[in-house]
């Protein structure tokens, strides 16, 4: 079975083709802000204009080498509202052009199954951060469910946020975790867990107000301290909670060594195994949403024409996992 996914819910306009050996092949274009962050019609007009290019250079593989597509995976949600339509319109274009079954994926449940099938991850708990959600989940009853999750904005917009207020150009979590190696010194910073939730927006602020008196080296690595010293706790919580041996990262600050790297102490300090699919696969990209679809495929999910309506909210929880 060979999936066509189309992934545009942000930053990332991204298209594949996987079966289920691997990725066949992958074209993206990336929208970069001039200047701030992602401004969601502008991000819809730059998926809009390099929709052509992006999608006949998937199409152009799959013709010269033969290959004949079982379905087409979109993200329906969540996402930014403008993005998610350009995206659906083109899928559904392409289901109707192709005479095969649409399958709406949701976003981020396609970050946790391209991370297990990448990484090895059977039945792990989820650390799900990136720049517009953070969610620590487990598959529990045919649901990924929610254990704990932001209560304002995600882990990876508070470090733009910061990085944006230092005068550091979108998106910054790189950048920050670069200077966070030079520093000397941990200042404290708010440190927000309420139950199995998290808050960082108060972070983000007391980050960019001590970044004014302190040295920024120190600031960045005490910033990231903070905010994946809170990661780490709910998520031990949640492993003893629901009884998960694994626990595995994904999204787009997954690609943060630090947070990898206090992720495994904890896990191995609890005698559970910490996995961490390639960087690759971490930030947002069209195979997570072709592998995704294909699963769902092949256990008889597809999205009829008149259930293809974009979801913007669309909850992890949700999903009934009907291939697990
Ligand atoms: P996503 O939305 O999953 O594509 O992830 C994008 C987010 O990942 C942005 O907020 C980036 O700043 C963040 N990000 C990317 N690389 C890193 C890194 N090395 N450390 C922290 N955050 C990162
Ligand atoms: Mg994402």
Redesign the pocket.
């Known amino acids: 079975m060979i999936i066509f996914g189309l992934e545009g819910?942000?930053?990332?306009l991204s298209a594949a083709l996987v079966d289920k050996s691997g990725v066949i092949y992958e074209k993206s274009a990336t929208y970069v802000p001039a200047k701030g962050g992602i401004h969601p019609r502008e991000a819809s007009q730059h998926h809009a204009e390099h929709m052509a290019k992006v999608v006949g250079d998937v199409l152009g593989k799959a013709r010269e080498q033969d290959l004949k597509m079982d379905g087409i995976a979109f993200s329906q949600g969540p996402g930014l509202g403008p993005c998610l339509r350009t995206v659906a319109t083109a899928a559904r274009v392409l289901s109707l052009r192709y005479k095969i079954p649409l399958i709406g994926v949701n976003h981020c449940v396609a970050?946790i199954e391209v991370g297990k099938w990448q990484s090895g991850a059977r039945d792990p708990a989820v650390i799900y951060?990136?720049?517009?959600?953070s969610q620590v989940l487990a598959l529990r009853k045919g649901h990924y469910r929610i254990f704990g999750e932001t209560l304002d904005i995600?882990?990876?917009?508070a470090?733009?946020k910061f990085?944006r207020n230092i005068g550091l150009p979108?998106?910054?979590?790189?950048k920050?975790?670069?200077l966070a190696r030079q520093a000397k010194n941990y200042i404290p910073l708010p440190y927000t867990v309420k139950g199995m939730d998290l808050s960082f927006s108060g972070l983000s602020t007391a980050a960019t107000e001590a970044a004014k008196k302190h040295d920024l080296a120190d600031v960045c690595y005490s910033l990231?301290e903070t905010a994946f010293a809170m990661l780490v706790e709910v998520t031990e919580r949640a492993m003893a909670h629901a009884e998960k041996k694994e626990a595995m990262l994904?999204?787009?600050?997954?690609?943060?060594?630090?947070?990898g790297e206090m992720l495994n102490t904890m896990c191995e300090e609890r005698g559970a195994k910490f996995f961490l699919p390639p960087r690759k696969f971490?930030?947002?990209?069209g195979s997570m949403i072709a592998y995704t679809g294909l699963v769902m495929l092949r256990s008889g999910t597809s999205t009829p024409l008149a259930e293809s309506k974009v979801r913007p909210g669309y909850r992890t929880d949700d999903v009934a996992v009907t291939w697990a």
């Open positions: 819910t942000a930053w990332n970050h951060v990136s720049g517009a959600n995600s882990v990876g917009n470090i733009d990085a979108h998106p910054g979590g790189p920050v975790e670069e990231q994904v999204g787009g600050v997954g690609a943060n060594k630090r947070l971490m930030g947002d990209n």
